[in-house]
């Protein structure tokens, strides 16, 4: 309850610190403190004492797994903003609207970890998105921008639509809105079935899973990229735990089909994700195919949804999304975003190259990086259904294909010359970025750091 | 606690060794060291008992142990691994690397990956250490190797970390079989598996093992690899990596899988015995010194696969002897060939010739180093290659005496390069010098030392063997 409170106090806050505060450089300090603060107040909530007791008649529960799925959503926000706060001021003229935005996304998060009704469900997946469409076209002088805001609005109404015309029908077989199920006599009705899979649809849209991922390359590559790093990390993984939580609310009404099908749409994403990440020329579209690859590896966690599958999904949330972060920032900071332009960045910026590499080799699910423990979770929670072992097989022939094109940044940093052109970066940015990688690290030999706060 | 050291030292000294700023203090250090591990190492060849294992916590949700453990193999592998590494780095002291910290981190990180597989008793750990010495590798073939390099590592990385994902699975799917979910390899050895389960399984192993090895028709980065790699990293990928493939099987396939392994058996051999023949045939035609050594080492392996699988004592006996004598050998040949491409600036034989009269000392050596290659009499690998053909024949006789004309083969090549490089005309007579610096003279005697040294008295090394290979042959029957 804290974060949906609280973050959408603090959006208020920063909406009028836009009034009454001019130097524009102060927003990203009063968001990174008001963030701070989000981080600390969730975690006592997950220890126990929440600051509002507000009776939500059943519509949200929080429990250990969603409040720890916002604290890993609201950290990597705070190192987002920390490391990317100055490129969020180079991306529009509404600086402090932009941070005022970021909250509102949380608050909507704070709510698709927790609901258990599908309107909240609905109202979470709509608080998320509006924002972000906006945020899109935040730069609003750049074409390729605009277009992007202009088709990731039509394209998330069009889903949305979709959501809630599940949502009407699972109504109307169940006669409720509640996330549970619904069996008459042992017989899933048509009307259920079919509002499954609607929602099914629109989330699979909402995470970016083939064959609903057309928007993503084109959206990514448009908005301005310290936009597009948020979008394909926090809130795309944010999207990954709505999903989750419907699949096991509803798992046993949901027919011996649903596993074909889920499936089906892990194997299209990763193929589709990792084909075409291999042949693109530009880090930022590469980036974007890649976190549909990302992504579907994450699908994983839905086939299985056992313990192991949601303990992964948490793992695989915060190494995504530090990583992605990592790169992004870096990112944020080039002229050339093609891999020509990464040519001899280990000579110019030694540290920084080091830490890139250690960031593409935890998202290629390299050991000794939480990238790996990600991965390994999310196929041991298939291979312990025991159901299609030849789907863990595919999964990791694809983990294998996104080595290459990981690796061929990693190549063109360090085995290739060329003069790099980098904005010049403060020592701060350093030891922040330094910090993420040791966080991955740390991660990737002990990820019982993180998973022990789902269990004390 | 001895496991600890010798995983913990490279590991920490190679991270320490980016740090500094001067070549000449990076190399020293890296030497200083190796030459720490390998005392280490030497001490555990005295010691049994509770000195040699250590337990402890690591991943309690995954039931996964920090176990590591020294067994007979283990020693033998881990001693190779520490003796290898003083002597790559003396003998190529010479040798201007850019960036030499990062040279000699990467490479002591190796080492530190190299030990942790030879230690691990926990599968996910060996899979973890298994994974370690791969990237290391990766960056220093990548960065500092020939013309060629980024797209021939690549191909090696991809090829290997292919193979490793695969076993990934299959380490998984033992994992929920094992009675008391854990990765332990006491466990492990008590699988319930039906017989399509463990042919699928197997393989899922198997090829990320024959991958490392490289068997036949898995090999075709490793000549490549070879080639382009710098050489002192060609030293380690040939005297010890490839050894991981061939460890791995005895240590986790054969008792993990016996049925399967005996059911396989057949089929693996076959491939083994032709990637033999294969490789010797393509090692005659080759032109380059390093990568007809390259072929030879394919062929070699070959017949450490296709013996593994007779499921004999003697013949895993050989096996593990084998280990240890082609890396020393093979590790002798790079340090010549190495010290001939640094001079002369050329391995090509149609470049090369008559060098012994030049360099009579390189010359002794190189023969004698040969001379082992070939697995004469008197050299550490005819104890190991006698017992492997012995099993290889009783086990089929068309196979044995197949494999049997790669010894032929090697006496072939193998002379040929030596006549070729050595004896005959003297070319390019403009460079007339040929100086061997004393740092390698030495260490080639200390190779052809040990050469000679256990060709005459295996008896120790047998029986360090034997306490391994007899578990095995126990767990397999």
């Keep these: ?455 004390f | 606690m001895i496991p600890v050291l010798l995983i913990v030292i490279p590991l920490v000294t190679g991270l320490i060794s980016f740090f500094l700023k001067e070549e000449r203090s990076a190399k020293a250090f890296a030497l200083l060291s190796s030459v720490a591990t390998l005392a280490v190492s030497l001490i555990s060849l005295f010691q049994s008992g509770d000195s040699l294992s250590t337990d402890a916590s690591w991943l309690p949700m995954l039931g996964s142990r920090f176990l590591v453990s020294l067994d007979g193999m283990g020693k033998i592998l881990t001693l190779l691994t520490a003796v290898s590494f003083p002597i790559i780095f003396a003998a190529t002291y010479n040798n201007k690397y850019k960036n030499p910290n990062s040279f000699y981190g990467f490479m002591l990180l190796t080492q530190a990956g190299l030990m942790g597989v030879f230690c691990a008793m926990d599968l996910f750990l060996f899979y973890f250490f298994w994974e370690l010495a791969l990237i290391p590798a990766y960056f220093l073939c990548s960065k500092w190797g020939g013309e060629k390099r980024i797209a021939v590592t690549f191909k090696f990385f991809v090829y290997t970390f292919l193979g490793s994902l695969l076993m990934l699975v299959g380490i998984l799917f033992v994992y929920f079989k094992t009675p008391d979910h854990s990765f332990a390899i006491s466990s492990l050895h008590n699988l319930a598996l039906t017989a399509g389960e463990e042919n699928f399984i197997f393989w899922l192993f198997f090829i990320a093992f024959a991958i490392k090895m490289p068997v036949f028709p898995f090999h075709t980065w490793q000549p490549d690899t070879y080639e382009q790699a710098p050489t002192a990293v060609t030293m380690v990928l040939s005297g010890i990596m490839v050894k991981m493939g061939v460890f791995a099987v005895i240590r986790w396939l054969l008792p993990m899988f016996p049925a399967a392994s005996v059911r396989m058996a057949d089929f693996i051999m076959i491939f083994a015995v032709v990637g033999m023949i294969y490789a010797s045939l393509i090692a005659i035609r080759q032109d380059d010194m390093k990568r007809l050594v390259a072929y030879s080492s394919i062929a070699h392996i070959g017949l450490m696969a296709a013996t593994m699988f007779t499921g004999s004592a003697f013949g895993m006996q050989g096996v593990i002897f084998q280990m240890f004598a082609h890396g020393v050998n093979i590790i002798g040949l790079w340090i010549v060939i190495d010290v001939i491409e640094q001079q002369l600036g050329t391995r090509k034989f149609s470049e090369l010739g008559g060098l012994a009269q030049k360099a009579p000392v390189l010359a002794i050596m190189f023969v004698i180093m040969s001379f082992a290659n070939i697995a004469l009499p008197l050299t550490n690998s005819f104890v190991g290659e006698f017992l492997m053909f012995n099993s290889v024949f009783n086990h089929s006789v068309v196979l044995g005496a197949v494999a049997c004309i790669s010894i032929i083969l090697a006496a072939v090549y193998t002379l040929w390069m030596v006549q070729k490089v050595f004896y005959g005309e003297v070319t390019n007579e403009e460079r007339i010098t040929l100086n061997v610096p004393i740092n390698t003279q030495l260490m080639l005697a200390i190779l052809v030392a040990v050469v000679l040294f256990f060709g005459v008295y295996p008896q120790p090394m047998i029986n360090l063997c034997a306490e391994t290979v007899t578990k095995i042959i126990a767990q397999i029957k």
């Design chain 1, 1 to 455: 309850m804290n974060t949906i409170i609280l973050s959408a106090i603090f959006g208020v806050v920063m909406m009028f610190s836009g009034i009454f505060i001019h130097n524009r450089s102060a927003y990203k300090s009063i968001s990174s403190v008001a963030l701070l603060l989000l981080l600390v107040l969730n975690i006592t909530e997950s220890q126990g004492s929440p600051l509002f007791h507000i009776d939500t008649t059943n519509f949200l529960h929080f429990d250990k797994f969603g409040l720890l799925f916002n604290s890993i959503c609201i950290f990597s926000t705070l190192i987002y903003v920390m490391l990317s706060g100055r490129d969020i001021e180079k991306a529009g003229n509404n600086t402090a609207e932009a941070h005022a935005l970021i909250f509102f996304v949380l608050c909507g998060i704070g709510i698709v970890t927790s609901y258990t009704n599908l309107l909240m469900l609905f109202i979470g997946i709509e608080i998320l998105s509006i924002p972000l469409y906006i945020l899109t076209g935040s730069d609003k002088k750049n074409l390729k921008g605009n277009e992007a805001a202009l088709k990731y609005f039509l394209m998330g109404s069009f889903s949305t639509g979709i959501m809630l015309m599940g949502i009407a029908m699972l109504y109307g077989s169940g006669g409720t809105f509640m996330v549970e199920n619904v069996v008459k006599n042992g017989i899933v009705s048509y009307l259920s079935a079919l509002g499954m899979v609607l929602i099914f649809i629109a989330l699979c849209f909402k995470v970016s899973a083939a064959p609903f991922h057309f928007w993503t390359p084109d959206v990514y590559d448009g908005a301005p990229a310290v936009i597009t790093s948020f979008m394909a990390t926090v809130v795309k993984v944010a999207g990954f735990a709505a999903f989750i939580r419907l699949i096991e609310g509803r798992l046993g009404s949901m027919g011996s089909q649903t596993d074909r099908l889920i499936a089906i749409v892990i194997i299209l994403t990763l193929a589709f994700g990792n084909l075409t990440a291999v042949f693109q020329q530009s880090v930022k579209r590469m980036l974007a195919y890649s976190s549909i690859a990302q992504a579907g590896f994450m699908l994983f966690s839905l086939f299985a949804v056992n313990d192991a599958a949601k303990e992964g999904l948490l793992l695989y949330a915060a190494a995504y999304s530090l990583a992605t972060i990592g790169i992004f920032a870096v990112l944020a900071k080039m002229d050339d975003m093609t891999l020509e332009g990464f040519n001899g960045l280990s000579k110019s910026q030694p540290l920084i190259a080091a830490l890139l590499a250690i960031f593409l080799l935890s998202l290629a699910g390299i050991p000794l990086t939480a990238g790996f423990f990600a991965k390994f979770y999310m196929l041991s929670a298939v291979v312990k259904t025991g159901k299609y072992l030849g789907l863990v097989i595919i999964g990791v022939l694809f983990a294998a294909v996104s080595a290459y094109y990981y690796f061929k940044v990693i190549q063109a940093m360090y085995f290739k010359d060329g003069n790099i052109v980098l904005a010049p970066v403060t020592a701060r940015f350093k030891y922040l970025l330094l910090f993420v990688a040791v966080l991955i690290v740390v991660l990737g030999v002990f990820p019982n750091a993180l998973l022990s706060f789902l269990y």
